[in-house]
């Protein structure tokens, strides 16, 4: 590698030297799908696709239920939600479908 290559930063992780475009794309985090495979981002309403007890809770949320303004978590998989009465909701992006 040569100086005109611009500002590679070597990953320790990998062991290899990554762009600046690389970087910013690993710093992302991983890529969130609901359960169709749509690619969900903080902010997006959701809906439910099937019933799912809650525990701890004492109730189920029914399918269908609108889930607004979910944040991720980093977690390919878990999505952090609010729901009327239910505080620290997560659920698994699977068990979700995103809404137009």
Known sequence: MDESDGDYVYDEESGEWLSPDEVAEKAKGPEVLDAVGNILADGDAVTLIKDLKVKGAGQTL???????????????????????????????AEFVKKRS
């Open 62 to 92: 029914k399918r269908g239920t609108l889930i607004k303004s979910i944040c991720l978590t980093g977690d390919a998989q878990e999505i952090d939600c609010k729901h009327e009465g239910i505080k620290g909701l997560v659920l698994r």
